[in-house]
């Protein structure tokens, strides 16, 4: 048997072949990286090598504050205990060579500090005295001038350490990042066209009544880049500006809001379609900063969206009503969003083109159009089919009963 032959000719199909081999793909596949910028505000970022770990001793305070909790408490007790073996010590050499700790002295022998007989008992002395406790069992008198010198740096220092390590348990509690879990962003970002220029918008609320004085939004873009001379930069951060850069970003946050940046030419996103979107790799830094009305200490917020978090061609759903002459925010809707007509193409090809906008809506328009006939008439088909079998049922009910009278019933 021949084999069969192709419906396209050898030297059309060998051509296509050959166009296909030579044609280079448009877009890459997008390489997973770390992002900058954890969703949290957390900075993705490892210090290492660092030679000079001395400049970390100078700032003790800040590095006390910096540190976990748990090395924190570590300190804090060990802080006091080395204080007090410190001063024990101290304490039990100036009974040691005042004889206060001899067993064979006379009874009228005036000591220095009463009732110190050995180091456990100046050890509680110690703790009395910084503490300020004052049991009554144990006093200083005035015999030796030494012990009252002990004393008097005792205090000195039982006050230095009490205001350094409360005063770091003290900014440890009332940090400013304590206030931005708070402050809340939308899981994801969104594209569409708003006032007929495409727009990234993103929302942000605060769950708390107390409201934050003065916040300020900043938008960065941070990719790899590579300059003309060959020089790659791997953390290049480009600022852009929202909607409301004439009053500098400042917003007013009592409910939440949508922050939008609409993408002109001078925004890093403007010859972004949305094929092109997906496959860069860059990732947009959003910061809140202000300061708390109750604290006074300035706070900021932090976090981050990669291109797999920006949905092109949505917008967010409204969670503000009036209800009762009160305005409610709905939280369970925050990040909720909803599909619209927006075009694929970038903010370029749409100031260039501005029919391809036309040409979207009037599309989306039709197909609502013809959505909306086909919910109707599915209803009706519905209601009519409901009619009909409402109708077989009434009938069904009073069709009247036709009794047939037999031979055997009719009177001869």
Same mark, same amino acid.
């Given at each position: 048997?021949?084999?069969?032959?192709?419906?396209?000719?050898?030297?059309?199909?060998?051509?296509?072949?050959?166009?296909?081999?030579?044609?280079?793909?448009?877009?890459?596949?997008?390489?997973?990286?770390?992002?900058?910028?954890?969703?949290?505000?957390?900075?993705?970022?490892?210090?290492?090598?660092?030679?000079?770990?001395?400049?970390?001793?100078?700032?003790?305070?800040?590095?006390?504050?910096?540190?976990?909790?748990?090395?924190?408490?570590?300190?804090?007790?060990?802080?006091?205990?080395?204080?007090?073996?410190?001063?024990?010590?101290?304490?039990?050499?100036?009974?040691?060579?005042?004889?206060?700790?001899?067993?064979?002295?006379? +009874?009228?022998?005036?000591?220095?500090?009463?009732?110190?007989?050995?180091?456990?008992?100046?050890?509680?002395?110690?703790?009395?005295?910084?503490?300020?406790?004052?049991?009554?069992?144990?006093?200083?008198?005035?015999?030796? @001038?030494?012990?009252?010198?002990? *004393?008097?740096?005792?205090?000195? +220092?039982?006050?230095?350490?009490?205001?350094?390590?409360?005063?770091?348990?003290?900014?440890?509690?009332?940090?400013?990042?304590?206030?931005?879990?708070?402050?809340?962003?939308?899981?994801?970002?969104?594209?569409?066209?708003? !006032?007929?220029?495409?727009?990234?918008?993103?929302?942000?609320?605060?769950?708390?009544? =107390?409201?934050?004085?003065?916040?300020?939004?900043?938008?960065?873009?941070?990719?790899?880049?590579?300059?003309?001379?060959?020089?790659?930069?791997?953390?290049?951060?480009?600022?852009?500006?929202?909607?409301?850069?004439?009053?500098?970003?400042?917003?007013?946050?009592?409910? @939440?809001?949508?922050?939008?940046?609409?993408?002109?030419?001078?925004? @890093?996103? $403007?010859?972004?379609?949305?094929?092109?979107?997906?496959?860069?790799?860059?990732?947009?830094?959003?910061?809140?900063?202000?300061?708390?009305?109750?604290?006074?200490?300035?706070?900021?917020?932090?976090?981050? $969206?990669?291109?797999?978090?920006?949905?092109?061609?949505?917008?967010?759903?409204?969670?503000?009503?009036?209800?009762?002459?009160? $305005?409610?925010?709905? $939280?369970?809707?925050?990040?909720?969003?909803?599909?619209?007509?927006? @075009?694929?193409?970038?903010?370029?090809?749409?100031?260039?083109?501005?029919?391809?906008?036309?040409?979207? *809506?009037?599309?989306?328009?039709?197909?609502?159009? =013809?959505?909306?006939?086909?919910?109707?008439?599915?209803?009706? !088909?519905?209601?009519?089919?409901?009619?009909?079998?409402?109708?077989?049922?009434?009938?069904?009910?009073?069709?009247?009963?036709?009794?047939?009278?037999?031979? =055997?019933?009719?009177?001869?």
């Amino acid at each position: 048997m021949l084999p069969r032959k192709s419906l396209v000719p050898e030297e059309l199909a060998l051509a296509a072949l050959a166009s296909r081999a030579s044609r280079r793909a448009v877009f890459r596949e997008r390489v997973n990286k770390a992002r900058f910028i954890a969703k949290s505000g957390a900075c993705n970022l490892a210090h290492k090598n660092i030679r000079e770990q001395g400049r970390f001793l100078q700032d003790v305070f800040t590095t006390l504050v910096d540190l976990k909790w748990r090395f924190t408490l570590v300190i804090f007790t060990m802080t006091f205990l080395c204080s007090w073996l410190l001063f024990a010590m101290g304490w039990w050499l100036v009974a040691f060579a005042h004889g206060d700790l001899d067993a064979t002295r006379k +009874a009228e022998f005036e000591q220095c500090v009463t009732n110190v007989k050995s180091f456990t008992s100046a050890f509680l002395f110690s703790i009395e005295v910084q503490v300020t406790i004052g049991f009554g069992g144990r006093m200083i008198t005035e015999q030796c @001038p030494t012990a009252i010198m002990v *004393l008097i740096l005792q205090n000195i +220092a039982g006050l230095i350490i009490n205001a350094v390590m409360l005063g770091c348990i003290f900014m440890k509690t009332a940090q400013s990042h304590r206030r931005a879990e708070t402050l809340i962003f939308s899981r994801h970002a969104v594209i569409s066209v708003r !006032n007929h220029r495409l727009c990234f918008m993103i929302r942000m609320g605060d769950l708390r009544k =107390s409201m934050i004085i003065g916040a300020a939004v900043r938008l960065q873009v941070v990719l790899k880049t590579t300059t003309p001379e060959g020089e790659v930069i791997p953390i290049h951060q480009i600022d852009i500006q929202t909607d409301n850069t004439i009053t500098g970003n400042t917003i007013f946050l009592l409910a @939440p809001l949508i922050i939008c940046h609409v993408i002109d030419r001078d925004s @890093p996103l $403007y010859d972004l379609s949305a094929m092109e979107l997906q496959c860069s790799d860059l990732e947009i830094i959003v910061i809140l900063e202000g300061v708390v009305e109750t604290t006074g200490i300035t706070t900021q917020a932090r976090t981050s $969206y990669v291109t797999e978090e920006i949905l092109w061609g949505h917008r967010f759903v409204p969670i503000v009503s009036e209800e009762e002459g009160v $305005y409610s925010v709905d $939280y369970s809707k925050f990040g909720n969003t909803t599909k619209v007509a927006t @075009p694929q193409c970038s903010a370029r090809e749409l100031d260039e083109t501005p029919s391809i906008l036309m040409q979207t *809506l009037q599309k989306s328009e039709v197909s609502q159009q =013809s959505l909306l006939r086909k919910r109707s008439s599915l209803r009706r !088909n519905s209601s009519m089919r409901k009619n009909v079998s409402f109708r077989r049922n009434n009938c069904a009910i009073l069709a009247p009963k036709v009794q047939f009278a037999t031979l =055997s019933n009719v009177a001869i």
